[in-house]
């Protein structure tokens, strides 16, 4: 065995000095790095890392974006989900938008955990849409009108599959989402997403303010977002943990209480979660996607699929024919019949969890030229530099 694989039992990782004080934070802190971080050892991850490499699930990009969703020939190497539908994949990475965002360490340094700010809170609270709040975050909102405080939306102009409006989401000048998490544009889906929170706010606060036409905006603005966060907490406990994880292992947490992660002061959000064990996510990502059905208030609507990522299209596109984020127009936007299960037979399935990653992930668009752009070699060496030990040595310790 080669000895960038050993295990170093005299390299312990940095002790959880702010483990109260809800930053990140070690379950595990006593047990030792799956490696250290010597130059061979990167290589070998971004060997395994590596586009056309071990965790490359090799799928036919020169085939057309639907076939990779249809024939069933082309999906052998990257099998279906038997349990969680397309639309899973985003909702978590929606939220993990929500509890996590680290945008100081880096691929190239050790970083310790504890000294690292996160600038979420672990409170599924949805910080990601509603930022700061109407007063530090005015960017965000539309209160024009003074009897609600709305999120700013952008019509397209375009229906969709049932008739209904579809809206992106605001934006500046050169593109950039106006929103609570940049992140929640970086692909088509995300941003759906995003849109679709934006939306339910909105309704809520028209319900409100129709139920109780003297509250002021303020109250309106305070008992929606209450409600917003309820519905969005009741969609995690009750389809997608269970989707996830089983419902008698949710049924045994929310009756027995956890076992392994504890807090003082604040919660705080392991490493072992946000480097690791959360990023399974990236192994569910499709190829290519149906994001809707066509524009049916214009005449011959064509459904419009895409793969996720196109390494090959130009940043500067104004309409890529991929998903990712930062584009408007009347074409983009999603039909969630095929995202979840909506009862007429269009939802399609995300990929099995498992060590390979769809084709378009090792090269992902939007990096500089020097930058590394597998997102599974970026994954692999950010669980060096936060000095993570091995899953096996986890797993034993959760025995």
């Given at each position: 065995m080669s000895r960038h694989g050993a295990l170093y039992q005299d390299v312990v990782p940095f002790s959880s000095r702010y483990y109260d004080k809800g930053k990140f934070g070690r379950i595990f802190p006593s047990l030792p790095p799956f490696a250290q971080d010597t130059q061979k050892v990167r290589?070998?991850?971004?060997?395994?890392?590596?586009?056309?490499?071990?965790?490359?699930?090799?799928?036919?990009?020169?085939?057309?974006?639907?076939?990779?969703?249809?024939?069933?020939v082309l999906q052998t190497g990257n099998p279906n989900s038997p349990v969680m539908s397309a639309g899973m994949t985003f909702l978590g990475q929606f939220i993990d938008?929500?509890?996590?965002?680290?945008?100081?360490?880096?691929?190239?340094?050790?970083?310790?955990?504890?000294?690292?700010?996160?600038?979420?809170?672990?409170?599924?609270?949805?910080?990601?849409?509603?930022?700061?709040?109407?007063?530090?975050?005015?960017?965000?909102?539309?209160?024009?009108?003074?009897?609600?405080?709305?999120?700013?939306?952008?019509?397209?102009?375009?229906?969709?599959k049932d008739n209904i409006d579809k809206f992106d989401l605001p934006r500046n000048s050169q593109n950039t989402a106006?929103?609570?998490?940049?992140?929640?544009?970086?692909?088509?889906?995300?941003?759906?997403?995003?849109?679709?929170?934006?939306?339910?706010?909105?309704?809520i606060v028209d319900a409100i303010r129709v139920k109780h036409p003297t509250k002021s905006p303020s109250v309106v603005f305070n008992e929606a977002q209450e409600l917003v966060r309820w519905h969005y907490q009741w969609i995690i406990l009750h389809e997608f943990l269970p989707a996830l994880c089983g419902q008698d292992v949710v049924d045994d947490v929310v009756k027995n209480g956890r076992k392994f992660y504890?807090?003082?002061?604040?919660?705080?959000?392991?490493?072992e979660f946000s480097v690791a064990a959360y990023r399974f996510g990236h192994s569910q990502i499709r190829p290519s996607y149906r994001a809707n059905f066509g524009i049916t208030n214009k005449p011959n609507p064509t459904p419009f699929f895409a793969d996720i990522f196109d390494f090959s299209i130009s940043p500067a596109h104004a309409d890529p024919d991929d998903l990712r984020g930062g584009k408007r127009l009347d074409r983009?936007?999603?039909?969630?019949?095929?995202?979840?299960?909506?009862?007429?037979?269009?939802?399609?399935?995300?990929?099995?969890?498992?060590?390979?990653?769809?084709?378009?992930?090792?090269?992902?668009?939007?990096?500089?030229?020097?930058?590394?752009?597998?997102?599974?070699?970026?994954?692999?060496?950010?669980?060096l530099t936060f000095n993570?030990?091995?899953?096996?040595?986890?797993?034993?310790?959760?025995r």
């Open positions: 290589e070998a991850l971004k060997d395994i890392g590596k586009k056309g490499g071990i965790m490359d699930a090799k799928d036919e990009m020169d085939q057309s974006p639907a076939d990779l969703i249809t024939n069933p938008h929500d509890i996590t965002f680290d945008p100081t360490s880096s691929l190239e340094r050790q970083s310790d955990p504890e000294f690292i700010e996160n600038f979420r809170t672990p409170s599924l609270g949805l910080d990601n849409v509603y930022g700061s709040g109407p007063g530090a975050s005015p960017h965000l909102y539309d209160q024009s009108d003074g009897l609600g405080i709305k999120m700013l939306l952008h019509p397209l102009g375009s229906k969709g106006l929103i609570g998490d940049p992140r929640n544009d970086e692909n088509l889906i995300v941003s759906q997403l995003q849109v679709l929170f934006l939306r339910f706010h909105n309704v504890e807090w003082h002061n604040s919660p705080y959000i392991p490493v983009r936007f999603l039909d969630w019949h095929t995202f979840f299960n909506l009862g007429d037979g269009s939802m399609r399935p995300n990929k099995l969890i498992d060590i390979k990653l769809s084709s378009p992930l090792f090269q992902l668009p939007g990096f500089a030229s020097a930058d590394i752009i597998s997102l599974a070699s970026r994954n692999l060496l950010r669980s993570l030990p091995s899953g096996q040595r986890v797993a034993h310790a959760m």
